[in-house]
């Protein structure tokens, strides 16, 4: 399922406009994001939990060349 299934899905289910549920699942990411920049973990009881995490830097290879990136 890709963002506009998901719209379309909303939609459907709450009876509302695909305008309306574009909003309240655009509304739904700002939040999340905004939570987790601020360095909130999410906790959606039975949906999942969001967090944000570093991954240690690596080196990257070209795989035609195997130069180094």
């Known amino acids: 399922m890709n963002k506009n299934d998901l719209i379309n899905e909303l939609a459907v289910k709450l009876n509302i406009t695909r305008t309306a549920s574009k ?16 360095g ?7 949906f999942g939990t969001f967090s944000r995490w570093q991954q240690a830097g690596r080196p990257g290879r070209n795989p035609k060349t195997g130069a180094p990136v």
């Open 23 to 38: 909003q309240y699942l655009e509304a739904f990411e700002e939040t999340l994001g905004d939570a987790l920049e601020e």
């Open 40 to 46: 909130e973990p999410v906790v959606l009881q039975g």
